[in-house]
């Protein structure tokens, strides 16, 4: 394999010392145009790329961020976030380096470990849990930025999901529509994300003078199995409502699999609502109303915060609460022939 081209190599073909090719590439003032332009045409012909590690060990700078996620792939949010952490970083110089936990703490605390090893300027961790000592204690002094909904908002570096503001929408949408016996499905484990969604159903329908039904089931591991075992309770039990509204839609698409083996249609018998408004794309016969969380509007968030704080020459941003919105499809109707009878 041959050798990847460097500074003294340009310098030997150019007759000038590497520090002086150094400040060509970098349109140093005093190198003259000529000399800037032939060294420039000698770096594209040998295909040289800057070495940004031993650049950044030059400057003292950081040119990588790390990114530690609870689990990838098409049923999870956080592919929608790296996407837009990987294009906002780029734009900006700098390169993402990403871990997924599989939703263990060990693992998320050896990825965190790893990465600030790896020197990464700063970290942005959606955490399994609302338990943040290992992470903190993995990291050290390198900054961490915490995203989602499981993060304490005392927390110094953190963007925040609002989603006691889901649970208020929820009810308001489907009270709307004529339901009353309404019931929310989560699982465990528990952390801020789920409590919120729970407490602020609970309180939109207290205010209503309603009861809230609320049955945490299964874990975050296998959401659609959830939903399934959930609607299963309900039928078992004789206390199926006439609107449902589940965690995540994967949970969503899990009861409505459940409801649909047992003859019952959706929404015609009963509502479904999820959250996250990913399974759209993958799943359009389902037409699932859903929450929509503003996930580029995070990720790029996110970058802002940790490039502020690696550069540290302008004050880092405002803290910021992002507020999920409601998408309205066609698993959502006023109360059907069930809930009539």
């Known amino acids: 394999m041959p050798n990847r081209p460097t500074l003294k190599t340009i310098g030997q073909m150019t007759g000038l010392s590497h520090v002086a090719v150094s400040k060509a590439l970098r349109d140093a003032p005093d190198i003259s145009d000529a000399t800037k332009e032939r060294v420039r045409k000698i770096a594209a012909e040998v295909g040289y790329t800057p070495n940004m590690a031993a650049r950044n060990l030059y400057l003292q700078r950081a040119s990588t961020i790390g990114m530690v996620v609870p689990a990838m792939g098409d049923n999870t949010a956080y592919d929608l976030v790296f996407n837009e952490v990987s294009t906002a970083a780029a734009a900006l110089g700098y390169c993402v380096m990403l871990g997924s936990s599989h939703r263990s703490t060990d693992l998320e605390k050896r990825h965190c470990r790893m990465m600030v090893s790896n020197q990464v300027g700063a970290l942005i961790v959606a955490p399994c849990t609302s338990d943040l000592s290992h992470i ?57 994300t789920i409590l919120q969604k729970e407490e602020g159903f609970s309180r939109a329908m207290e205010d209503r003078g309603l009861s809230p039904r609320i049955l945490r089931i299964g874990h975050a591991a296998n959401t659609m199995q959830a939903g399934m075992e959930g609607v299963e309770r309900m039928l078992n039990q004789g206390t199926l409502p006439t609107a449902l509204w589940c965690a995540s839609d994967y949970m969503a698409v899990g009861a409505i699999n459940a409801l649909r083996l047992h003859g019952l249609s959706v929404p015609g018998d009963i509502s479904v609502l999820g959250h996250d408004d990913i399974y759209c794309s993958l799943y359009p016969d389902l037409a699932l109303t859903t929450f929509h969380t503003p996930m580029p509007e995070l990720g790029k968030a996110a970058v802002d915060l940790a490039v502020s704080l690696i550069e540290q020459d302008h004050p880092a941003p405002p803290k910021q609460a992002f507020r999920p919105f409601l998408v309205v499809r066609n698993s959502t109707g006023p109360v059907g022939r069930r809930g009539r009878n």
């Open 136 to 192: 903190k204690a993995a990291c050290g002094p390198t900054p961490v930025i915490f995203i989602g909904g499981k993060t304490a908002p005392e927390e110094p570096y953190s963007l925040l999901c609002d989603y006691r503001h889901s649970g208020a929408l929820a009810v308001e949408h489907l009270t709307g529509l004529g339901h009353r016996d309404i019931a929310l499905l989560t699982y465990e484990p528990e952390n801020l």
